[in-house]
């Protein structure tokens, strides 16, 4: 449980497309990961010793500069029952929480309504990318999605104030509630004119925002440099998501996917850095994950999709190792030649949600699960 005075801040990042665990943290030590990976396989003098038998890939030196300094949680095996191998239907459960039917509440719209019941903040959950991730979505709670925060806004075009201020008052008539039309109107009216209010705090953060750390020219920088200004304006944001795609790596993965990996790891250590200079660090915990991981034999050019993964926890508050077991390379202890998920992912969030957020988990991840104690 944090022990700073400050409100508890989650940063959540997705990394889209299934991560490949076993290419991530190296079991550089077993024999049947290099036997099983002749073309993707990463050697085992090139790991980034984590101890004996497991590494962090090479692309990772940040991260793994952090995780030496205790700032990192590295949490093996996570999955749930009966891994389903479909991008859309395990990020979906991963989501929201419900791996037996297709839910419509996302577990990150539960906690943002838990933590402001009414409403009070617009921009208690912010997500910086396109569109609002399902693990958002939740009737009744505003989240403000941003693409660039520079351009962030509603007719922000229109300069002249009197224009403006007529023209945002059309716009908020236009998805006001209409009478006779019931809820679904109520929502989308209240929806719009939240975004109204949401675009005008949020376009202020830039302008308040100094910075000495020089982030990487990548998209997942940006949107971590777009969180820092946000989060550090202290405009009450206590919920940030957002991600990385590009982790399908069915082809070319000895190429692609350490790239991905060291845009991630520069992003995450300059965003780390930017708290620090900031003095917001010590209530701030990032959280990495991915849908699933992949298969542990490689096709040839890549890796196709598996289950069993790895989620990361990192920053001030955490307490820095690795969590859960690694899955066994055992013939014999694989899910039709996939890696076994030992850790539900439900009692990682119980964990951010109990142990960091202070709520209560149950109700937000559907139920009891074990909770490691990263945090």
């Known amino acids: 449980m944090t022990t700073t005075t400050k409100d508890p801040i989650l940063v959540v990042i997705q990394l889209t497309g299934g991560n490949d665990y076993l290419n991530t943290v190296i079991p550089y030590d077993d024999g049947r990961y290099h036997d099983s990976r002749p073309t993707v396989g990463i050697h085992a003098d090139r790991a980034l010793p984590i101890d004996d038998t497991y590494g962090f890939n090479p692309a990772l030196p940040e991260i793994k500069a952090l995780y030496d ?17 479909s991008h859309f239907r395990s990020m979906d459960i991963w989501h929201t929480c419900e791996p037996e039917k297709v839910g419509t509440e996302g577990w990150l719209g539960r906690v943002i309504r838990d933590i402001d ?14 569109g609002l991730p399902r693990a958002m979505a939740l009737s009744g709670v505003p989240v403000a999605s941003v693409a660039v925060l520079e351009t962030y806004g509603v ?12 023209a945002l008052d059309i716009f908020a008539r236009m998805y006001s509630p209409t009478v006779g039309l019931g809820a679904t109107m109520d929502y989308l009216g209240q929806t719009g004119l939240d975004a109204l209010k949401g675009a005008d705090i949020l376009k202020a953060a830039p302008d308040m925002y100094t910075s000495s750390v020089e982030y990487a020219d990548t998209g997942i920088a940006k ?53 620090r200079e900031h003095d917001a660090a010590d209530n701030v915990v ?3 994950f991915t849908e699933f991981g992949r298969r542990v034999k490689d096709n040839g050019s890549g890796t196709d999709h598996g289950s069993g993964g790895v989620a990361f926890a990192i920053g001030d508050p955490v307490r820095g190792g690795m969590y859960g077991a ?35 988990a149950k109700p937000v991840v559907g139920g009891s699960f074990e909770q490691p104690e990263f945090v």
């Open 155 to 166: 007719l922000t075009g229109i300069q002249g104030e009197p224009e403006r201020g007529q």
């Open 69 to 85: 300094a205790g700032k990192v949680a590295v949490i093996n095996g996570v999955g749930y029952p009966t891994p389903n191998r």
């Open 326 to 360: 690694y899955p066994s390379l055992a013939e014999g202890d694989l899910v039709e030649g996939d890696l076994a998920f030992n850790t539900d992912f439900r009692g990682v969030y119980g964990t951010l949600v109990e142990q960091w957020l202070g709520l209560d």
């Open 286 to 288: 990032m959280f990495a």
């Open 223 to 275: 949107n971590l440099q777009g969180i820092a200004k946000v989060l550090t304006a202290n405009l009450g944001t206590r919920v940030f998501y957002t991600q990385q795609g590009g982790y399908d790596t069915h082809a070319s993965e000895a190429d692609v996917h350490p790239k991905l990996l060291g845009d991630l790891s520069r992003a995450v250590s300059d965003f780390y850095a930017d708290l």
């Open 117 to 130: 019941p009414h409403a009070e903040n617009v921009l208690t959950g912010v997500n910086f990318g396109r």
